[in-house]
């Protein structure tokens, strides 16, 4: 079965600073792989997903993210923050060979100082 | 499209009452998801659907909770009785199901407090 790992629960930024938040998973084959942004009171909201190919993925609302197989991972970045992008973040892992189901990591939450 | 709709978005009970949770995938998503989000447990898969038929209902947490999907369009999630830890914010997702590469798109949530 997957699993996903996401290290920080906190991450804190100012304003305008870079961001990136990290996502390692576990799963014996090429994995599918999303990250979702939960702002508050709100639903999950997909930002970006990888299937295949390349391995920059670009998401909307200025995000992208890396899928790096040596090292696990499917990190999360964005070059300048806005207060805006204070909100939980997801990462999720479905497994391309067996259950369609993805398993989501516990969340990173992210604050933004002014 | 709408979106993944849920009703209602809040919900405030006494333990004991039943609780009916109610959702409306995106039309034309074949499978269906109600998850609960809590601080302590994080998200939870509670059962799935496919084509309206229940897949995996491993993640139910007792015989209190049922869900149903009477067509394509509809779901139910019914806590009966509900208890003050079923509190937590309830998720439904759809997604289309094509080959192995699907997406799940979230509705705003249901929050319940059962007192």
């Known amino acids: 079965a997957q699993s996903v790992t996401q290290p920080d629960i906190h991450i804190t930024v100012s304003e305008g600073a870079s961001l990136e938040l990290r996502c390692n998973y576990s799963?014996?084959?090429?994995?599918?792989l999303f990250w979702y942004v939960q702002s508050p009171g709100q639903g999950l909201q997909l930002l970006l997903k990888?299937?295949?190919?390349?391995?920059l993925v670009q998401g909307i609302k200025g995000f992208e993210a890396e899928f790096k197989r040596s090292q696990s991972s499917f990190n999360l970045r964005k070059p300048s923050v806005h207060w805006s992008d204070a909100a939980e973040y997801f990462c999720?892992?479905?497994?391309?060979?067996?259950?369609?189901?993805?398993?989501f990591g516990r969340g990173t939450s992210l604050i933004v100082h002014p | 499209d709408a979106g993944v709709i849920q009703s209602p978005r809040h919900e405030v009970t006494e333990m004991g009452q039943e609780v009916t949770l109610r959702c409306k995938p995106i039309?034309?998503?074949?499978?269906l998801f109600w998850y609960r989000q809590t601080m302590m447990r994080g998200l939870e898969l509670l059962i799935y659907?496919?084509?309206?038929?229940?897949?995996?209902d491993s993640g139910m947490p007792e015989d209190r909770f049922s869900a149903k999907m009477p067509n394509a369009s509809f779901s139910t999630l019914k806590i009966q009785p509900s208890e003050p830890r079923d509190s937590a914010v309830y998720f439904c997702?759809?997604?289309?199901?094509?080959?192995?590469?699907?997406?799940?798109?979230f509705g705003p949530g249901t929050r319940l407090l059962v007192l």
């Open positions: 999720a892992v479905g497994a391309s060979g067996g259950s369609y189901i993805p398993t």
């Open positions: 039309s034309g998503h074949n499978s």
């Open positions: 659907f496919n084509n309206n038929v229940p897949i995996d």
């Open positions: 997702a759809s997604s289309l199901r094509s080959g192995k590469q699907e997406t799940q798109y």
């Open positions: 799963y014996g084959a090429t994995p599918y």
């Open positions: 990888y299937f295949s190919g390349d391995t």
